[in-house]
């Protein structure tokens, strides 16, 4: 399974960015899929997932009420719509397939990178004026 993001770039505090996840294969709709960031001198953290069905989803508590996580998977895609950007959102931002199998498929447990086995290059997000 490849994952390739886009939709990163520049943008002013307080705007928006919406960072799409597609996949190369038919199976995406097989796997919980993570957002993920790392911004400089900083530790990747887990930004939100969400589970194959769309039911459960969950949020780093300092993007809750901010991000909306969303997939279509007919389209083999996942989405992050990042409103209200602050400065401290700039990071290169991951998203990934959860390969192990937890909290019965659903996102109700911590987003943590090694329950993930297939990621992507990375999209650049810089929240600055």
């Known amino acids: 399974l490849q994952l390739v993001e886009s939709g990163g770039g520049l943008v002013q505090p307080g705007g928006s960015l919406r960072l799409s996840c597609a996949a190369s294969t038919l199976l995406m709709d097989n796997y919980v899929i993570g957002w993920f960031r790392q911004a400089p001198g900083k530790e990747r953290e887990g930004v939100s997932c969400?589970?194959?069905?769309?039911?459960?989803?969950d949020y780093l508590d300092s993007v809750k009420g901010r991000f909306i996580v969303s997939r279509d998977n007919a389209k083999k895609s996942v989405y992050l719509q990042m409103n209200s950007l602050k400065p401290e959102d700039t990071a290169v931002y991951y998203c990934?397939?959860?390969?192990?199998?937890?909290?019965?498929?659903?996102?109700?447990?911590?987003?943590?990178?090694?329950?993930?086995?297939?990621w992507g290059q990375g999209t650049q997000v810089t929240v600055s004026s």
């Open positions: 969400i589970s194959r069905s769309s039911r459960s989803t």
């Open positions: 990934a397939a959860r390969t192990r199998e937890a909290y019965g498929g659903s996102c109700n447990g911590p987003i943590d990178e090694i329950d993930y086995g297939y």
